[in-house]
């Protein structure tokens, strides 16, 4: 399956947008940064990059790409760990995984911009022809110390979420907190390398070294966490199936995350209803019939709903009763292939509120 990325530059501070920059300076003679932007902010202090465009905002907007360049590949991060990161901020879930008010609203006040941190327009000019340039420039130090005070905070983060008892670990929360530590643990090695590329004064930042010799991609936390489905089996409950094929297609939702599905009693199950009607539809000759699915994902232990799926639909025939009923079945298995293993995918990605 191809995975989908893009470069990682949510989660810091607000930029600073040219409706805060000075006019833009409309002198015959070109400031030295348009030709040289470290001519102007010193390379050891600054990151600089100059954009151009027809319009003011456009050339904006080109020097605050450019700036991106400077870090390349290295801040680039999975979309859904971003994604998974950026949600469970927004929606307040990982207030309950951070250990000071602080840390809180640090990753509050970060993570829910779209943009580098720090990065700042520090002049435009006009050429008094047809061109505007912008200048974008960062701050290496003010920048750096952030992203480490983000790196803690998610480090505390990460912590809170690997540590449970092991009756917890292997179950469907141990699955969901692993895998979200992991997202987690992803987006610190995009903060490490932005401080990496960002410091280049020995003794100051980087003598933080405990901190950073410490942050580590995700990929050890899902390798766990697959470990962990696979000793999970989830028991699949289907009335009024027809030849078991409403049970086949969820059990390839589950199988193909690694879970065993199986049909007999389990912690986990999936309580699957399926009804049929015929439906008359005056002035039509053909045959129709309406399949209602109703299902529950439920921990049967906890006595709690996981996920909930609904679908309906209704097909016809223009001879069978019974053949309508089998495309019934068909639409049914393809929105279960199609949307249910959207749905569980989505549910074991998202972090869950601390008991």
Not at 139 to 167: F, G, Q, S, W
Not at 303 to 319: A, C, D, K, P, W
Request: net charge neutral; hydrophobic share 40%; charged share 20%.
């Amino acid at each position: 399956m191809r995975k989908v990325f893009y470069i990682f530059f949510l989660f810091p501070l607000v930029i600073f947008y040219s409706c805060f920059s000075s006019p833009a300076s409309k002198t015959v003679n070109a400031p030295a940064w348009v030709n040289d932007v470290y001519s102007v902010y010193n390379r050891d202090k600054y990151v600089a990059a100059t954009g151009y465009g027809k319009t003011r905002s456009s050339a904006e907007e080109n020097a605050f790409a450019a700036l991106t360049t400077f870090f390349g590949q290295s801040i680039i991060v999975e979309r859904s760990s971003a994604s998974s990161y950026k949600q469970a901020v927004t929606n307040g879930v990982m207030d309950g995984w951070t250990d000071t008010l602080e840390m809180r609203n640090n990753i509050n006040t970060y993570a829910v911009i779209d943009t580098l941190y720090g990065a700042e327009i520090k002049g435009t000019w006009f050429d008094s022809r047809d061109m505007f340039y912008a200048v974008a420039v960062m701050e290496r130090e003010t920048t750096c110390r952030i992203y480490l005070d983000l790196i803690k905070a998610n480090l505390t983060v990460i912590n809170n979420l690997i540590v449970m008892t092991p009756d917890r670990r292997n179950s469907m929360e141990g699955v969901i907190r692993l895998k979200f530590a992991a997202a987690v643990a992803d987006i610190n090695v995009s903060y490490r390398n932005i401080i990496r590329l960002l410091e280049n004064q020995p003794g100051s930042i980087l003598s933080v070294i405990q901190t950073l010799s410490v942050v580590r991609g995700g990929d050890s936390l899902r390798l766990e966490a697959q470990n962990i489905i696979k000793t999970i089996p989830i028991g699949i409950r289907v009335t009024n199936d027809r030849n078991g094929r409403i049970f086949g297609a969820f059990a390839r939702c589950f199988s193909d995350l690694g879970f065993e599905a199986v049909a007999g009693n389990a912690r986990y199950v999936l309580n699957a209803n399926v009804s049929l009607s015929p439906v008359h539809l005056p002035d039509n000759p053909n045959l129709f019939s309406r399949i209602e699915l109703e299902t529950q994902f439920r921990d049967t232990r906890d006595g709690i709903v996981l996920q909930t799926y609904n679908f309906n639909s209704r097909e016809g025939h223009v001879s069978s009763l019974v053949e309508a009923e089998n495309r019934c079945f068909s639409e049914a298995e393809k929105s279960i292939n199609d949307e249910f293993a959207v749905l569980l995918a989505v549910y074991l990605s998202q972090l869950i509120p601390k008991n």
